[in-house]
């Protein structure tokens, strides 16, 4: 318990000196350091998904459609509720802490252990501004863009294998989704996922720059601690933010009974009402 | 008469006590006598800081009670090769020899460039590959080179190498005594101190 009131303690240190040091990004070195996150993150993890993202979106329309017997209507909604809104930025989230947030973790803790931080240090080069920085912009930045294109990939992957596994047209489902999407879904996802990107790249640094143990077993004690976290980190602010826009916590299990004021005076009567009956 | 580049003084209740003087523009072979008098003298150049029984002036100045830009100052001027070496495993040559300048900006990197690959060449590496290579694709030499062109690109008015020969080979280390010459084609002006051991208390 300790433990992780620390490790909530370190994040939060971190991403205040993320925030106010955010100016270091104009230095070169630490630009060339965002840049190349951007692209480990970001550019070399976007092919790997493509078969998996496309695939995924077809699964979805034809499970909908075939084992809950929806009309296509339906399936489009659920492949723009559950692709967009949840599963997009879920899935963009995991591949980046089993691809970027083992590789920071472990790359940082060897870098504590073998005095590399010292080193920089003596160069006057600030370490958290060197390292911390540029990683928690970059992992923000590629986890938004993968994203997107995981998005991307699911729903145009759903639409065009669909007609192969159900009595859907490629058009109807096309026209079925541009009448129901709407801006907020992208916004949403991809705030969601700036969060989620933050999240995973404090928590891999934190667990990095602190290795359990300063000996090289330290690193695969520090990888395991940081991915462990970092999934937790993601499915608590995934609930948390979906319960605070949509007051639905875990897809609509349990609903919230929060609602605005005027309405629930005309529903249920109550004049100052925070709760409807 | 000059101030002495360097002025250190260790004193020990076991064991003789340490004072060396370095003249500015000198070049100077240090062999102190054990590893504790090695260790303490080089970390106290490397961070202009010293504990309550040694002394250190560089330049002339105290470095004790020494204000935070003082000593910043001073370590614009100093440059410390230590047997770490301090290269950052995921840069390669280049970047490493690099960070510090562009980092700061202090220095033209174009400047930098030329010197680095000037000085690789002239110490038998070959530039185009030596200075792509990642550290752990270093042989020891080309680890100490890299250090050492990190050194020669702050420029430093007072040069310090703990241990040059020190995990080198014999070829290697025909290869390292070459640094100084390097050195002082570029800081005629400069002071450089080889720090190491006496011979009898070498492993």
């Known amino acids: ?277 | 008469m000059r101030a002495p580049a360097l002025r250190y003084d260790l004193r020990r209740d076991a064991g003789d006590p340490v004072r060396v003087t370095v003249p500015r523009g000198a070049t100077q072979r240090l062999r102190l006598p054990d590893n504790e008098a090695k260790t303490r003298l080089v970390a106290a150049v490397l961070t202009a800081r010293v504990a309550a029984n040694e002394d250190l002036e560089l330049f002339g100045k105290p470095v004790r009670g020494l204000g935070r830009a003082e000593r910043a100052g001073l370590h614009d001027r100093i440059g410390v090769l230590t047997q770490a070496m301090g290269l950052i495993s995921n840069l390669n040559a280049w970047e490493n020899i690099s960070l510090p300048a562009a980092y700061h900006g202090t220095r033209p990197i174009a400047r930098i460039a030329k010197t680095a690959r000037d000085a690789a060449a002239a110490l038998g590496a070959d530039p185009q590959r030596f200075l792509a290579r990642l550290p752990d694709e270093m042989d020891p030499f080309e680890r100490k080179l890299t250090a050492f062109l990190r050194l020669l690109a702050k420029e430093p008015a007072l040069a310090v190498i703990d241990g040059l020969a020190e995990g080198l080979d014999r070829e290697q280390s025909a290869r390292a005594a070459r640094f100084e010459a390097e050195y002082r084609a570029r800081q005629p002006e400069g002071t450089l101190l080889f720090v190491d051991l006496a011979e009898e208390d070498l492993p």
């Open chain 1, 1 to 277: 318990m300790i433990r992780a009131l620390r490790e909530v303690e370190g994040g939060l240190r971190l991403l205040m000196h993320f925030w106010l040091r955010m100016p270091a990004l104009r230095r070169p070195p630490v630009r060339e350091s965002f840049l190349r996150q951007v692209y480990f993150t970001g550019v070399t993890a976007s092919t790997g998904v493509v078969l998996r993202a496309s695939g995924l979106g077809a699964l979805i329309i034809a499970f909908t459609m075939q084992i809950l017997d929806a009309d296509t209507s339906l399936a489009v909604k659920i492949l723009l509720w559950v692709v967009l809104r949840e599963v997009g930025p879920l899935a963009a989230a995991m591949v980046v802490i089993l691809r970027t947030g083992t590789a920071v973790s472990a790359e940082l803790a060897m870098m504590r252990i073998t005095g590399q931080m010292d080193a920089l240090r003596r160069m006057g080069i600030e370490s958290y501004d060197y390292l911390v920085v540029p990683r928690v912009a970059g992992i923000m930045l590629a986890t938004a863009a993968l994203t997107c294109y995981i998005q991307f990939l699911a729903v145009l992957g759903g639409m065009i294998l669909s007609p192969f596994v159900i009595q859907a047209s490629f058009t109807e489902l096309y026209t079925r989704f541009f009448e129901l999407v709407a801006p907020i879904d992208f916004v949403y996802s991809i705030v969601k996922s700036l969060m989620f990107g933050c999240a995973i790249a404090l928590t891999c640094c934190y667990h990095g720059l602190n290795p359990p143990a300063f000996t090289l077993n330290g690193v695969p004690q520090a990888v395991t601690r940081a991915v462990t976290a970092s999934a937790v980190a993601v499915l608590t602010i995934n609930a948390v933010f979906a319960y605070l826009v949509f007051g639905v916590l875990f897809f609509g299990l349990v609903k919230a009974v929060v609602c605005a004021p005027r309405r629930c005076a005309t529903t249920c009567g109550a004049t100052r009402a925070t709760r409807c009956a």
